[in-house]
């Protein structure tokens, strides 16, 4: 047997506490750092996504150049990183809940099986699970960091001013009440739950089938990431739209808002921008999801192994 293909010794059954939390502090560290490192690199993508989701909305042309060129024109470079110090706060729980959790779950399902071995259905659950949990515990970050992300876009009137994410924190619950700090929840537990799940799943899958054929090393979990990031994308993105469309909306002159819940939100944008409409913007999300997954997921691989944190090859 090669030393490629050898099986990482399994946790130590008699551990203590304090290594057993440890270990899972770690993973959770280890699945931040990763999500921080792939935010800061292309954000101006994530920035680039969410005007062209709202120029759709509003009948707008949605051609990536057209709107990268408007942006750059009329608010200057600075906007393509608005709102980054918020995105990278989210980004580092959200990652550190979702990969981190789901992590924590798989060393447990592996430490508990005689065989060191998961099945398809238990990282299935995995994933979910920790998606849904994670967005719940980050959502009032999320909520600031899409607010902020579009103001520029916004008219004077409407802006709100945000100097940060504290005060965009402040601001929302003096304002607008604890609740709105978990506006449009419904689509962001289904787009995490949607996003992990897409993700996760073929990510850890195809490195198993792929293992006879690539081993067990860095081109294996390349291709595998690759995989992991196109199906993130295609995926995720009807409900991202949805999400984006409910925490940045403003109430009209009546005092009503523009969409009832998730379910009114996807109907109003296929009566209005049609089966397109949940896609729109999909090469520029793309762009964006697939390097950011395919950085996240290495580098989370990387951190595991360089600390050790690999159970089992078995998966």
Request: include cysteine; aromatic fraction near 12%; charged fraction near 15%.
């Amino acid at each position: 047997m090669t030393a490629q293909h050898k099986i990482a010794p399994k946790l130590n059954p008699y551990a203590t506490t304090r290594e057993l939390v440890t270990r899972k502090i770690k993973n959770m560290l280890i699945a931040g750092t990763s999500g921080f490192s792939s935010i800061l690199t292309f954000y101006p993508i994530e920035t680039l996504k969410t005007r062209i989701q709202m120029r759709s909305e509003a009948g707008a042309s949605v051609s990536l150049f057209t709107v990268m060129k408007e942006m750059y024109v009329k608010e200057g470079i600075k906007t393509f990183y608005m709102g980054l110090g918020a995105a990278l706060m989210r980004q580092f729980l959200f990652a550190s809940f979702r990969i981190g959790i789901f992590y924590n779950i798989i060393d447990y399902i592996k430490h508990r099986s005689q065989t060191g071995s998961i099945s398809l259905l238990q990282i299935i659950g995995a994933s979910l699970s920790a998606g849904g949990f994670a967005i719940l515990t980050v959502m009032p970050f999320d909520v600031v960091f899409v607010r902020m992300q579009v103001e520029n876009s916004l008219p004077l009137e409407q802006r709100r001013g945000y100097t940060n994410m504290f005060n965009g924190l402040s601001c929302i619950a003096k304002k607008e009440g604890i609740k709105t700090l978990w506006k449009g929840v419904l689509p962001a537990v289904a787009r995490a739950m949607m996003l992990n799940f897409s993700m996760l799943v073929p990510y850890e899958k195809c490195k198993s089938l792929l293992a006879p054929y690539l081993g067990k090393g860095k081109k294996n979990n390349i291709i595998s990431s690759a995989i992991a990031g196109f199906s993130a994308a295609i995926c995720a993105l009807p409900l991202d739209n949805a999400k984006v469309k409910l925490q940045k909306q403003i109430p009209g002159p009546n005092g009503s808002l523009p969409y009832k819940g998730l379910i009114d939100c996807m109907k109003k944008t296929f009566l209005k921008e049609g089966i397109k409409g949940y896609w729109v913007g999909f090469w520029t999300f793309y762009s964006f999801v697939f390097p950011q997954t395919v950085m996240l997921l290495l580098m989370n691989e990387f951190l595991r192994s360089k600390f050790k944190m690999v159970l089992t090859n078995n998966t």
